[in-house]
């Protein structure tokens, strides 16, 4: 399974971004689908996660209220639609996609990841 994001730029805090990550050579709608971000200097954390058919969705708290995932099966996409960025949301953005039956918070049960997309946020 290939993962391609896309949609990162470089904004202005307030602004907004969204991102999305196409899949191929997979059965799209059987993974869980999650977006995590890596700051300069800091740990890969999960952002969002969907489950397989978009049901259940997942936040982190920092950006409860201000992210959005969402999935369309018969695209094979996965999109963040983000928006009041901060600058504390500036890092590599990455799509992966777990084979786990419910909705994963841990890295580790990742199987594909995508090659990331930089979103910068500037005060």
């Known amino acids: 399974v290939q993962l391609q994001a896309s949609g990162g730029g470089s904004v202005q805090a307030g602004g907004s971004l969204s991102l999305s990550c196409v899949a191929s050579?997979?059965?799209?709608?059987?993974?869980?689908m999650g977006w995590f971000r890596q700051a300069p200097g800091k740990d890969r954390e999960i952002v969002a996660a969907?489950?397989?058919?978009?049901?259940?969705?997942w936040y982190t708290d920092s950006v409860k209220g201000r992210f959005t995932i969402s999935r369309d099966n018969a695209k094979n996409t996965v999109y963040l639609q983000m928006i009041s960025l901060k600058p504390e949301d500036t890092a590599v953005y990455y799509c992966?996609?777990?084979?786990?039956?419910?909705?994963?918070?841990?890295?580790?049960?990742?199987?594909?990841w995508g090659q990331g997309t930089l979103v910068t946020v500037s005060s």
């Open positions: 050579g997979g059965a799209f709608s059987s993974f869980v």
């Open positions: 969907i489950s397989r058919l978009g049901g259940s969705t």
């Open positions: 992966a996609g777990s084979k786990g039956r419910t909705v994963q918070v841990n890295e580790e049960l990742y199987d594909y």
